[in-house]
C-alpha cells in the first residue's frame, strides 16, 4: 500500500511532536479515518520526506511524531517557468495540476487583452490562493517535495518584461501564427519561460511586443490547441527533449 503524503508548511526535524495543521487533521481523522501509530509521510517544500507516526488524533487535532528524514528529490535538471493566461472556469486547475506533476517550476498567471475572467485584486488573490492549493495536492500525489510558486496575477506585459534581463533563458511563446517549429538540438539552456495565451491566443500586438523583449514564436503542428492543451503538450517537450521524461 502506498504512504499517504502531506503537506505540513512547518519545520521540524526527526524526534520533533507536532500539531498538524486543522485541514490536514481533519482529512486524516474524517475522511482517511487513520488511527495512533498509523503511518504518513510528510513533506514541508525544503525537498525532504519525513516519514511520521500518528501519536493521537481527533476530529479538529493530530498530533505526529517524525520519525525519518530522507532525502528524495525529484525536481527536474530543468528549471521551467510557466506564464499561462488566466482561463475560464475549471481550465486553470487543470493546467496547474498537470504542470506541477511534469515538473515546472513556477506559475505565472497573466491577464492579456484577450482575457475573459475579469476580477478584482481581492478575487484575483483568493483564486491564487486556490492555485497554490491546487499545486500543493498535486505535489502530494506525484511525489514532489518541493512545491512551485503560483504567483499574483499580473499583466502580461509586465511580467515579460521583469523577465528582460534573463539573457541565459530560453524564452517560449507558442503562436498558431508562427511557421517555426521548436528545434531541441537548437538549445542549450536549462532554464525556459513558457508563454501560453488564452482562449483566442494572446494579439498581434501582445505577440509582437513579446518577440521585442527576446521570445521566440513556436507552432505546436497544424490544429489549434486549447490554451490547457497547448501548455501541457508544451511542458512535456520541453521535458523530453531536455528534462526527465
Given at each position: 500500500m502506498r504512504t499517504l503524503r502531506f503537506y505540513v508548511p512547518l519545520e521540524f526535524s526527526v524526534g520533533d511532536v507536532i500539531k498538524a495543521p486543522e485541514n490536514t487533521a481533519r482529512h486524516i481523522a474524517q475522511v482517511l479515518r487513520l488511527r495512533v501509530n498509523d503511518e504518513v509521510t510528510l513533506f514541508a517544500g525544503d525537498g525532504m520526506e519525513y516519514r511520521a507516526k500518528i501519536l493521537d488524533v481527533s476530529k479538529k487535532q493530530l498530533s505526529l511524531e517524525i520519525t525519518t528524514a530522507i532525502a528524495n528529490s525529484l525536481e527536474s535538471n530543468i528549471r521551467i517557468h510557466l506564464i499561462q493566461a488566466v482561463s475560464k472556469g475549471d481550465r486553470m486547475d487543470w493546467v496547474i495540476q498537470k504542470a506541477v506533476e511534469l515538473g515546472v517550476t513556477s506559475i505565472q498567471p497573466v491577464t492579456s487583452s484577450r482575457t475573459h475572467v475579469n476580477l478584482s485584486v481581492e478575487r484575483f488573490e483568493k483564486k491564487r490562493l486556490h492555485w497554490q492549493a491546487v499545486a500543493i495536492a498535486a505535489c502530494e500525489q506525484c511525489g514532489r517535495n518541493v512545491v512551485p510558486e503560483v504567483r499574483p496575477v499580473a499583466a502580461l506585459f509586465d511580467v515579460a518584461q521583469g523577465y528582460r534581463a534573463h539573457s541565459s533563458m530560453q524564452k517560449i511563446l507558442l503562436?498558431?501564427?508562427?511557421?517555426?517549429?521548436?528545434?531541441?538540438?537548437?538549445?542549450?539552456?536549462?532554464?525556459?519561460?513558457?508563454?501560453?495565451?488564452?482562449?483566442?491566443?494572446?494579439?498581434?500586438?501582445?505577440?509582437?511586443?513579446?518577440?521585442?523583449?527576446?521570445?521566440?514564436?513556436?507552432?505546436?503542428?497544424?490544429?489549434?490547441?486549447?490554451?490547457?492543451?497547448?501548455?501541457?503538450?508544451?511542458?512535456?517537450?520541453?521535458?523530453?527533449?531536455?528534462?526527465?521524461?
Open positions: 503562436s498558431p501564427q508562427s511557421n517555426a517549429k521548436y528545434r531541441h538540438d537548437k538549445s542549450t539552456a536549462d532554464d525556459f519561460l513558457l508563454a501560453i495565451g488564452p482562449e483566442g491566443g494572446f494579439s498581434d500586438q501582445e505577440e509582437q511586443q513579446l518577440i521585442a523583449l527576446g521570445f521566440e514564436s513556436y507552432r505546436l503542428g497544424p490544429r489549434i490547441l486549447r490554451t490547457e492543451t497547448a501548455a501541457i503538450t508544451a511542458i512535456s517537450i520541453l521535458q523530453a527533449y531536455h528534462g526527465d521524461l
